[in-house]
């Protein structure tokens, strides 16, 4: 039997998230949350860009709930802890890739809330998403042939210039002059779930680090620049970088950094990776790349279109979870203790069309 799956809204993220339930013969698409009123009513194949599934996206949460699926696809633009608590009190579990790894970056006493949720509903939620999320696990694998594991650094460097949710990236500090004594607050806030990916990694190497450290630094456009989604003055911010640490006996032993950049004018003019760096520093040391491309019948009409690859890339890791989360014993779940996750579903010799070209 597929598992039953409700998609929580169709942005970025979610539109590749319902497009993999649809596509996926393991899952099984019930209901559709929107958020946005105009989207409610609108048939959710429509609002992922794919042909018709049948399921009329709606606002009624009771309506969704009722549909008792098993699991729910959760991708809003930001986690709500009241929403949480009431779909797994009501025993459904959650993937999300909304800021979501152990819950410690939404307060202890929300993180309390979301266990006992799971406890009195049997139910359980995982976080993943690319990074923090997958590359977190391409670390912990990577390790997987060290002897001596001194440091493990995840690395993501990318350019972000076709990533459109300015909600969630104007707090973390893009637009605002260099000089605003906010910045590295801001940067720490907004990267928060990057500790919590310090925590997991920790756990699944069963160590406990000492502290956790958030490094942040900041790049300016050299020139203005309009991203049509988010306009950014000469000399004001548009790269970020933050490094979150977990260090044991003063040093580091986990290194979470990301480098962000928008446009090509930057100072400093970053370098970037343009994908995924895994470092090990220990016996032997490894490194890992991760590079995403796109496979050869891909069409892609504009840099918006090419970015679909990250959204893919950040919906699957969750939507690979449905199946061990809905197996999984109830509580706040993470790779340390979910089995192996496969693109398990997706070995398929024919695809769901887009939409425009039905
Ligand atoms: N771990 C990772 O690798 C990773 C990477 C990227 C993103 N993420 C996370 O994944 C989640 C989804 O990202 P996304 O890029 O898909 O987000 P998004 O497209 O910017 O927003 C997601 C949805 O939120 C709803 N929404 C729109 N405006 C809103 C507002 N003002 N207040 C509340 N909700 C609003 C809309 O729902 P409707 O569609 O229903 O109208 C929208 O489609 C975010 O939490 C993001 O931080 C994780």
Redesign the pocket.
């Known amino acids: 039997m597929p598992h039953r799956v409700v998609q929580?809204?169709?942005?970025?993220?979610?539109?590749r998230s319902l497009r993999a339930i649809v596509a996926n013969p393991e899952l099984e698409l019930v209901g559709c949350?929107?958020?946005?009123e105009d989207?409610a009513g609108c048939d959710a194949g429509a609002?992922a860009g794919i042909p018709d599934t049948g399921v009329v996206?709606t606002r009624a949460i009771e309506d969704l709930i009722a549909l008792e699926p098993d699991c729910i696809s959760y991708?809003?633009?930001?986690?709500d802890v009241d929403e949480l608590v009431r779909f797994l009190d009501a025993g459904i579990n959650v993937a999300?890739?909304?800021?979501f790894i152990t819950g410690h970056a939404l307060g202890e006493e929300a993180r309390q809330r979301i266990e006992a949720a799971c406890q009195r509903g049997q139910s359980s939620i995982v976080?993943?998403?690319?990074?923090?999320?997958?590359?977190n696990l391409l670390g912990l694998v990577s390790a997987g042939i060290c002897d001596r594991i001194d440091c493990i650094s995840v690395l993501e460097s990318v350019d972000s210039t076709g990533?459109?949710?300015?909600?969630?990236e104007l707090p973390i500090g893009y637009g605002r002059p260099p000089t605003d004594t906010a910045l590295p607050d801001m940067i720490r806030q907004g990267t928060a779930?990057f500790g919590d990916a310090v925590i997991m990694m920790a756990d699944a190497l069963h160590v406990e680090v000492d502290e956790i450290v958030c490094e942040s630094g900041w790049a300016v456009a050299t020139k203005p620049l309009d991203l049509g989604y988010m306009q950014i003055e000469e000399g004001c911010v548009a790269g970020i970088e933050a490094s979150w640490q977990g260090r044991i006996d003063g040093r580091k032993a986990i290194d979470l950094k990301v480098r962000w950049r928008k446009g090509q004018d930057l100072e400093p003019d970053w370098p970037l990776e343009h994908g995924y760096l895994v470092e090990i520093e220990g016996q032997p040391c490894v490194k890992t790349r991760l590079e995403i491309r796109p496979p050869p019948d891909f069409q892609a009409k504009s840099f918006e279109d090419f970015m679909q690859l990250?959204?893919i890339?950040?919906s699957l890791?969750a939507v690979n979870a449905i199946p061990a989360i809905c197996k999984a014993a109830p509580g706040i779940r993470t790779y340390a203790d979910l089995p192996l996750i496969t693109g398990a579903g997706f070995v398929r010799s024919s695809y769901i069309p887009e939409r425009d070209s039905k």
């Open positions: 929580w809204t169709t942005g970025n993220v979610g539109r949350y929107a958020w946005s989207k609002l996206a991708n809003p633009m930001w986690p999300a890739t909304a800021a976080g993943s998403g690319m990074n923090p999320g997958f590359a990533y459109n949710s300015p909600e969630t779930v990250g959204m890339i950040t890791p």
